[in-house]
């Protein structure tokens, strides 16, 4: 931003900007604004500048706050009167940047970071900012630092611990003088640790057995650990862990198109923290869980659980058919990184994608080695089944399948002593400028039962699942899916390519939807327009199509051919039929050409040179040439050779016993997935500019923790995993037991929990947070002990007090114990999302489904649908996250709009009544609510409020929602 266009800025108020910002917004800055600000700002307004141009600089607190020569230029907390949006905009008369306006989002950051008044983190004034020194940041900061072994301290009250955390939490106290608050009531207690482990109310009969347990700490301990058995607590910690990973159905922006089949990642979540599976194997999982050698099998459900652990790569915002999906793609993959790194590490990597990080070790070769690793990992759909499961009967069926072969062979055989070959031409393929697949498989990233053989040889075939006929012809050589069974799914992904040609040809034949796709820079959400680039074959023979790629050249991409469950975004033609959701699809493929010249490819017609009697010994014996099986493929068609059950002899049984093993084979269960590439390395983008590539950068993990350059392609993110779940890591353990301290004691020792770094605070006992540290991986990375040790703590029996202070219910428990309290809670667990319920009629953007169930089928709110786009109105005004980063600790607002919703949300109003037609008394409804009955002073009240409202007999639904309307329904002490 140059000239003297600021000059002529005046403003008559300006104000302070926010002197003490939160984590969040600090985040938001170093994300959002300052790379904006560095890119397109700093080369006239900054210090590195002799003379900022009209004396304003933009790369510090101060600078900001002074604004130009002419006076402030930002207005806190309205963007609209902020001169320096104003120009931005376009509203002035001189346009900034000079270069060319900004993007509609980039703009948008900026007015929302004056909107929150414009926070800046405290820092070094720019002119004497030290240079990038990785060695000295490292030394300097904790969290670097080896997870040190520590013994827990002495105190003077030792009969006060009960367990070991307990003496770190007592010689805290004792050290300032502090005494530990008095126990909690016994139904306070209950209340908490069943809210805390389950995210439910305990029951009225949960609440009489504990209380009429009088053991000491039996009773206290016998609890935890039916919490921690209950499926309840699987649901409740998926439920957190989905704020870190900002689970979402949909990908957002206009049209909010969803993310196929998310709802099995969430429902993976609950069986793994129902497992206890150890938090190293759910990194593992996270990260590489489709490249595990040994991938965990769930032998109940026949499910490879593993593989379903990647689904949160796919969990971004796309762009509305970008022009630049270059751009795009830079921004979702920035916010994998970004995801990742607060996640699992505490640390804001994200912040170094324009420059070295301004506070932490890390830099921006950091970031591009990361980006190298993440955008290399492909969008799909992929079998979550057991490999086992999904290839039953595989080998019977091949069995049989060459045994039917053999007895069509012998009836062709007699049929060709008097069959003449026709007099036709031979449609010969030929490639050019392009792929052949079957020579070129190797180079393709492929999965799915029904690629599992690879290219086939010329004169394949699928037995018929129904009908007279034994099969329906033969094909020429290429890879084809359906084989043994068109329910076997399979995806085959070309090497990635720069377009660079006008057009470019596919030939493939398939049935019931599958697709080929022209996939630009991984933006796999096709939505018409420039991004109609697919073709859906409805031919059991081999045809050409074309697309145009002209708009195209210059971007990189790759062609996906996919059975239709397994498409990466399935979207049915309008003009065609309904798809059947019979799981049944299938393709063959051949070949790719790419050309610049309008026509589109078609074979070459040869003369046919065989007779049916050599084309018939050819292909009995598997040696049959294209123009063979092309010939036999003819005549089958045109019904001059035997093709049924009656006159093919000793077929009909064979046939039978086939297709009854057929239809034991399972329809495979997706869910969203990536697939490794095996790419090269990412170039350094300079300032982050996504059109100023520099040198590649090898991929490996982060400098600061001794990673060095990996070797394997194909295992990029399976390095990075185990470099993250490694014990050495002085990162991975401490976030994850500061984020479980926190889940339970309401603030985490260390309490900016996203955020490790310098810009971070400080952990408030370093000794304790590396004991437990320590303490969780000689545990096996166990949650669940961890979960037990402190939930049986004395610490955690406290009552409300600085250690141990009361909480807000979060929106899905204010929501379930509801459900729970007015009895309408159905307990099943697993399965689709419920559809989201709007307070109005559609949802807010084109493309939103129509709404659901205002009770959410009184499902938890775990299994309601969570869309970017749209939102449970209920859930968002109790301060539910929206799914766009992470969020280890959500907002906790107290609002007049909370109330109003109680008074008139029409599901609450809707269980108030179905609560009040049960008529309970008021004890029993105190109890169910609160977990403790009535006093003397809250029945007479009640009961003189029911007699004035006429009331007094069955039907209490006022008084079920004042209940619910109480703080004490709300907080948990």
Known sequence: MQSSWLMALTLSAGG?????????????FERQVRPVLARHCYACHSSRVKAAFA????????????????????VNGRPSESKLIRALRGELPKQMPPSGKLGEDQISALAKWVEMGAPWPEETAPATLSAFNLEERKREHWAWQPVRPVKPPAVRDARWPLQPTDVFVLARMESRGAMPAAPATRSAWLRRVTFDLTGMPPTPAEITAFESDARESGAYESVVDRLLASPRFGERW??????LVRFAESHGSEGDPDIPEAWRYRDYLVRAFNTDLPYDQLIREHLAGDL????????????????IGVANLRMVEHGFQPVDPWEDRIKWTDNQIDVFSKAFQGLTVSCARCHD???DAISQNDFYALFGIFANARPTQTAIDDDAYLNTNRAELARLKGQIKERLASAWANAARTTAAPDWKFAASSVRGGWDLAAEWKNWRVHGAGLAQGPSAPGEFAVETEGKRVIGGLYPAAVYTHLLSSKHSGVATSPRFKIDTDFI?????????????????????????????RFSPKKDSLDWFRWDAKFWKGFTGYIEFATMDDVTHFQADGKDAKPLRNGRSWFGAREVVFHNDEATPKAEPRVASTTVAQAVEAWRFGRASDEQAALLDHLVRDGALPNNEESV?????????YRRLEREVPVPRRAPGVLEEAGGDQALLVRGDFKRPGDPVPRRYLTALGSHPYTDPAHMRLRLADEVASPANPLTARVMVNRIWQNLFRKGIVRTVDNFGKLGERPSDPELLDWLAARFVDDGWSIKKLVRMLATSRAYRMAASEEMPMRRLEAEEIRDAILAVSGQLDPAMYGPSVPVYYSHETGKT??????????????RTLYLEIRRNATNPFLEVFDAPKPSTTRGQRDVTNVPAQSLALMNSAFVIEQAAKWGERGEDVDAMFLRALGRKATTRERDEAASYLAASGLAGSNRGDLAQAIFSLKEFLYVR
């Open 846 to 859: 084109k493309g939103d489904k129509p709404k659901g169930p205002l009770d959410g089928n009184r499902r």
């Open 357 to 359: 990080h301004k506070f």
């Open 649 to 657: 002899q000793g077929v009909a049984a064979l046939l039978a016993e």
């Open 55 to 74: 004396g304003l600089r933009l790369d510090s607190r101060d600078g900001v706050i002074k604004g130009s020569d002419a006076g402030p230029v930002v």
């Open 16 to 28: 302070i900007l926010v002197a003490d910002p939160t984590a969040e917004q600090v985040d938001f």
């Open 505 to 533: 040809s596919v030939r493939m034949a398939g049935a019931n939807f599958s697709f080929a796709q022209l996939i630009i820079e991984n933006y796999a959400v096709p939505r018409g327009g420039i991004y109609n680039l």
């Open 292 to 307: 595990l050698p040994k991938p965990r099998i769930n032998a109940a459900e026949h499910i490879n659980e593993s593989r």
């Open 238 to 243: 998926a439920r957190r862990w989905m704020d």
